[in-house]
């Protein structure tokens, strides 16, 4: 069942559409181009239901499709930050004040950002302080006013002998939240940049006193920039 009751919807706002909103959303966000493939893949779904879905939110103008992209209209963001929110102020509060770890999050915080009302969501924001991010460094959306979700450049692109601050790390596969986790390297962490092996070989970083050589998959999620 979904969170909250969307009046000012034609179609109704159930689990499946508000994930569909928020991928793309998250999708977007990374300067990804959203395509039903895309989706599918992220949804893991099949193409035809993704298909048969941004039928419906096309319908009720949540989104535009062209033959190259699928964008959400003003309308179709404005949920999609909602839920994008929802979600963000679960991941804090189950890590903040239950204690799991920041690999654990994602799937639950996918089950219980539906389960949210309003109000159990604005206590959850006034507990915690009213949180800017979550564990991952991702912004938390305001109930209201402006929200900037671009993605600093990644540490992939970091130059050798040059300083990196982590400000983001996708939360999309666990077992690479938990390896980075436990080599220190998070948001608000500063990494020297070492050397880059030739041919595709990995990024030698130093985290505090240790070096670590980092493969690309590993460098493509950490996200920052040079101080």
């Known amino acids: 069942m979904p969170s909250q ?22 999708l977007a966000g990374r300067k990804v181009p959203v395509t039903t493939s895309g989706l599918a893949e992220q949804l893991r779904v099949a193409p ?13 103008e949540l989104l535009t499709r062209s033959a190259h992209e699928i964008r959400l209209t003003g309308h179709g963001e404005r949920h999609a930050r909602g839920v994008t ?6 991941e804090t509060f189950l890590v ?10 994602h799937e639950e915080a996918d089950i219980l950002e ?40 990644p540490l992939s692109g970091a130059t050798a002998g040059s300083r990196f601050r982590v400000e983001r790390v996708a939360d999309d596969d666990s077992a690479a939240l938990r390896y ?9 962490v500063v990494l020297e940049v070492m050397e880059r092996e030739p041919f595709g070989g990995p990024l030698w970083v130093k ?5 670590y050589a980092l493969p690309p998959l590993l460098t493509d999620l950490v996200h920052g920039g040079a101080v």
């Open 48 to 60: 035809p239901t993704v298909s048969a879905m941004l039928k419906r939110l096309e319908a009720g």
């Open 180 to 188: 980075l986790a436990e080599r220190g390297i998070t948001p608000g």
């Open 114 to 153: 539906h389960a949210l009302s309003e109000r159990l969501e604005d206590r959850i924001d006034a507990y915690l302080g009213h949180p800017t991010h979550d564990p991952h460094g991702d912004p938390i959306p305001p109930r209201k006013g402006r929200h900037v979700e671009s993605w600093a450049a």
């Open 5 to 26: 009751t969307a009046v000012c919807c034609e179609i109704s706002h159930t689990e499946a559409v508000e994930d569909c909103l928020r991928t793309i959303f998250k």
């Open 207 to 211: 985290a505090g006193a240790e070096r």
């Open 85 to 90: 929110r929802r979600h963000r102020l679960v």
């Open 96 to 105: 903040e004040v239950l204690g799991l770890n920041w690999d654990e999050v």
